[in-house]
């Protein structure tokens, strides 16, 4: 008899860095202890508000959280430790910039209809995170999506179209209903939320919790 794979539905966004250090710390957990999976991925936007041109992430940061510019410097230094670690390059320097996320999540969810829905949120962080990329930009999502072997120009027209937005905005709404109010956030099996980048101790903890009861 095959084992089920443990579902986890893991909330997140792509502007957050805390969300693809702990996919990877969760990955290696799941790897170490061979837990079989499925991933699936749902929508979260960190700034709804964020205007079409962005806002350089040091500004934000401090305008958000009240960090001085020491204190930022030193969470890029650790979010890029981190990275080292897992495997996943930030390139963080003084123009990194944020960007809204509204279609990021329409092409998502697009990318799903078509199975690719991981494959484009993994081109998706490290094309922001690594290579600066404007994901607020229509045309550098259909690029990014083509890049993956989908259709560009049919990205382009379902972002164009914003034709996925109101799927966006009942997957948004589902999850804070939840009481989502932060991310990254994962549910194991349905019912065990956990909330955070845990560490890969952490995460095996909560698989070898699940596996017992």
Same mark, same amino acid.
């Given at each position: 008899? /095959? $084992?089920?794979?443990?579902?986890?539905?893991?909330?997140?966004?792509?502007?957050?860095?805390?969300?693809?250090?702990?996919?990877?710390?969760?990955?290696?957990? +799941?790897?170490? /202890?061979? /837990?079989?999976?499925?991933? =699936?991925?749902?929508?979260? $936007?960190?700034?709804?508000?964020?205007?079409?041109?962005?806002?350089?992430?040091? $500004?934000?940061i401090a305008e958000k959280y009240g960090a001085t510019p020491e204190e930022s410097a030193k969470s890029r230094a650790q979010m890029t430790q981190f990275g080292d670690e897992l495997g996943f390059v930030f390139d963080f320097n003084d123009d990194t910039r944020m960007h809204n996320t509204f279609a990021t999540h329409q092409l998502l969810h697009w990318a799903? $209809?078509?199975?690719?829905?991981?494959? +484009?949120?993994?081109?998706?962080? /490290?094309?922001?995170?690594?290579? =600066?990329?404007?994901?607020?930009?229509?045309?550098? +999502?259909?690029?990014?999506?083509?890049?993956?072997?989908?259709?560009?120009?049919?990205? +382009?027209a379902v972002l164009n179209e914003s034709r996925f937005a109101d799927h966006v905005r009942v997957q948004q709404t589902y999850w804070m209903k939840q009481g989502i109010r932060s991310v990254p956030a994962a549910v194991f099996d349905s019912k065990h939320l956990v909330t955070g980048a845990q560490g890969v101790e952490n995460y095996m903890k909560v698989l070898a919790h699940l596996q017992s009861g």
């Open positions: 008899m /095959t $084992e089920q794979p443990l579902r986890i539905d893991i909330i997140s966004d792509v502007m957050c860095p805390w969300c693809i250090i702990g996919y990877r710390q969760l990955m290696q957990a +799941l790897e170490d /202890t061979g /837990t079989p999976h499925e991933i =699936h991925w749902h929508p979260f $936007e960190l700034n709804p508000g964020m205007p079409p041109e962005g806002q350089n992430m040091r $500004e934000h799903g $209809e078509q199975g690719r829905k991981h494959d +484009l949120k993994m081109a998706l962080f /490290t094309a922001h995170f690594t290579h =600066h990329r404007n994901l607020s930009d229509h045309a550098v +999502l259909a690029e990014i999506a083509g890049e993956i072997g989908l259709d560009r120009a049919e990205a +382009l």
